[in-house]
């Protein structure tokens, strides 16, 4: 076996993650902590000061309700994601996340975050739940409030988490590996709070060979939230609510500005607007379609129809809607040039903001977004609970919103006990984005402490037999490069093992193929996810043969059996659902239709993590209490 140092640490509570939930957890966990005499650890695979899908910076906060200012109730917001998840949402979970969400909004102001503000001192909206900020440091900020309630010895970073230590269908804790130096890491813990993030490249991007690694959502987030919750036995939710968001073509920019900010229209290369002309469409997805907001996915369904029919490319008129709002000056030349500069530097900073390779490629392709329009399009699938996907652990709610069904004893606790998860890593209570991720963490974080100091769980020890077993599976990839790195004269081509790059092809092609990717016009069928499971189950042994070269390819290999399990997970809860109820996600061609009388309920799944066969469940949509 490789020559790893084996490091042991013991922490009452560990944080997995060091994104938006974890940082929110991290808060709050600290601060009752502390008052308890408890230890919380955090650790992250990356930087917390520019990890996470935050990374970049953002130019919104896409989560804020506006109670103090009786802008909107908790109802409302409920409602919208609801209506928005065609019927499928916690109303629990959804009402308290935003019951706290400001407070993490106002957090954010106080720790120094810029947000717009408006002539009379309010907030500027993007829309009704969106604010304005300039958000280029927004994680660096949200991460030093973190670090200052944890202290920095609190925090180990560059450690990749692979997997949930269970013994006896217990969890103790995790383990993982140091992506810079030789150490694998046993963290035994009373209570873990799971906030890894979602999943991207499980699907084969658009974006191939010329532009590798670049889609929509952060590529170091792989499904490490869903394997360690399936590893560790706990029901997951809604994993068949995928995310496909429509963004500038090829660099993925951000459209809510455009759409919501600047009012700009979509139209296709014969200026059709599928808005307009695809309206009664609509009628199809009744009583989701005939409400507004239309959900997400039925707005990409109709521009999806069109592309079908030949009618592509679509464009983002940028051109049109800058001049719109510009000619109400038009009267007054100096406010007219104005106008038109303020428009065209905030035009820019959008992306500047949170993508920056957007405006890169418009300056590449010499787009002035006020003299010509830009494609946009439908990017290949995303798991993410926090966003308009709605994949993660089934998880309680609280005891004062939940009905008894979901609620076993502590907000935010995984089915398997002494688990806590948020943002990305919990499902079934979508559009909380990063403010409300935050808020969930908060949320969750307490109730961890709460857990630690009602139930007195004593720190778990675990058998050396059971260490030295994962340590083996853990390097076993650096052991199989090793023995045959010689066997052939280029080592990525071996027959004795495969590398992480062409397993994920192989699964990205399976997925594409089979379970409903951008190369089958997303759809899929009985017949396809039967299929696309054999094909998993072969992959799934060819995991064994995995082999890396180092540190940094062990760090691919873990990623990708991760992604295999956020696929399986998706293929199989595709499959029980015998419906189309998101079409602009996916469509079962066998089953095109929505059915509310059957289908109206949350498919939840379950995989014995030492035996992995899977159990699919249907649970009801019950009212919050
Ligand atoms: C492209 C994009 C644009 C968005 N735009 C907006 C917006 O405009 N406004 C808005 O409010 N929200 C937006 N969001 C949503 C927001 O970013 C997420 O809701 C939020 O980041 C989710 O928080 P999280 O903690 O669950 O995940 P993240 O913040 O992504 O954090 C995940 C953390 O887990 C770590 N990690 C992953 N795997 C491992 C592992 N194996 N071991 C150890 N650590 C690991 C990562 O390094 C990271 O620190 C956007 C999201 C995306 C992807």
Redo the contacts with the bound molecule.
């Keep these: 076996m490789a020559n790893f140092e084996t490091v042991k640490v013991e922490t009452d509570l560990l944080i ?8 929110g957890a991290a808060v709050e966990a600290a601060h009752w902590a502390k008052k308890n005499n408890l230890k919380v650890l955090m ?4 930087a ?1 000061d520019r ?4 990374a970049m910076g ?6 804020y309700v506006g109670l103090k200012e009786g802008d909107n109730t908790v109802e409302d917001y409920v409602n919208y994601v609801k209506q928005d998840l065609m019927g499928v949402a916690r109303d629990d979970l959804v009402a308290s996340i935003a019951r706290h969400v400001d407070g993490s909004v106002h957090l954010f102001e106080k720790w120094g975050l810029p947000i717009w503000k408006a002539e009379g001192g309010g907030y500027v909206h993007e829309g009704r739940w ?1 604010l304005m900020i300039n ?1 280029e440091s927004y ?1 660096v900020i949200v991460a030093e409030a973190a670090k200052n309630h944890l202290g920095t010895d609190n925090i180990i970073e560059r ?4 997997g949930p230590i269970m013994e006896g269908g217990e969890c103790k804790g995790a383990y ?1 590996f140091s992506v810079r130096e030789n150490k694998f890491y046993v963290f035994l813990a009373k209570a873990v709070f799971v ?4 999943a991207v490249h499980v699907f084969k991007p658009r974006s191939t060979g010329e532009g590798l690694g670049r889609a ?3 590529p ?3 499904g ?2 869903t394997y360690f919750t399936l590893k560790a036995g706990a029901e997951m939710t809604c994993q068949e609510v995928r995310f496909i ?1 429509v963004r500038f073509k090829d660099a ?1 920019g ?1 459209v ?1 500005a455009w759409f919501l900010l600047f009012k700009s229209r979509a139209t296709n290369a014969f200026g059709g607007e599928y808005m307009v002309e695809r309206r009664d469409e609509l009628q199809n997805w009744q009583p989701y379609g005939l409400v507004k907001p239309i959900p997400a996915n039925l707005r990409n369904w109709l521009g999806m129809l069109d592309v079908m029919e030949g009618k592509g490319p679509i464009y983002m008129r940028t051109e049109e809607a800058l001049q719109k709002i510009a000619d109400q000056y038009k009267d007054d030349p100096k406010a007219y040039k104005k106008k038109m500069k303020e428009l065209e530097s905030e035009a820019w900073e959008d992306f500047l903001d ?2 920056i390779s957007q405006a890169i490629l418009w300056a590449a392709s010499d787009v002035q977004p006020e003299e010509k329009s830009s494609e946009i399009a439908a990017a290949e699938p ?1 798991f ?4 308009s996907g709605a994949s993660g652990a089934w998880v309680s709610g609280p005891e004062d919103l939940a009905p008894p069904e979901y609620f076993w004893g502590y907000e935010n606790m995984c089915t398997t006990k002494g688990i806590f998860a ?4 919990t499902g079934a209570s979508s559009h ?7 808020a969930e ?1 908060r949320i969750a974080g307490k109730a961890a402490v709460r857990y630690l100091v009602k139930e007195n769980p004593p720190m778990p020890t675990v058998d050396d037999s059971t260490i030295e077993a994962l340590k083996a599976k853990t390097l076993k990839p650096l052991d199989l490069f090793e023995e045959h790195k010689g066997f052939t004269s280029q080592t990525d081509v071996n027959p004795n093992y495969i590398i992480p790059k062409m397993f994920m092809f192989r699964l990205q092609k399976l997925m594409d193929e089979y379970a409903g990717g951008v190369g089958s016009q997303f759809t899929t069928s009985k017949f396809l996810c039967e299929r696309g499971l054999e094909l998993l189950k072969i992959l799934k042994e060819d995991a064994e043969h995995l082999g890396a070269e180092d540190l940094h390819e062990l760090m691919r290999c ?2 990708n059996v ?1 992604r295999m399990y956020q696929a399986e997970a998706h293929v199989r809860t595709i499959l029980f659902r015998e419906e189309t109820r998101w079409p602009g996600y996916y469509f079962r061609a066998d089953f095109p239709k929505l059915d509310n009388d059957n289908w109206l309920c949350f498919v939840n799944c379950k995989m014995d993590p030492e035996t992995e066969e899977w159990e699919m469940l249907k649970r009801d949509i019950l009212p919050m209490s």
């Design positions: 997995l993650g060091g994104g938006m939930a974890s940082c650790v992250d695979k990356a917390v990890s996470g899908a935050v953002l130019s919104a906060i896409n989560q969106q958000g994680k450690v990749f988490i692979v993982g906030a890894m993030g979602g929509w959502y952060p170091w987030n792989s490490s939230s968001p993925y951000p809510g949170m993508t995303y993410i609970g926090s966003h948020a943002g990305d890593a909380k984005f990063s403010s409300g991720s935050h963490g873990w990623e991760h």
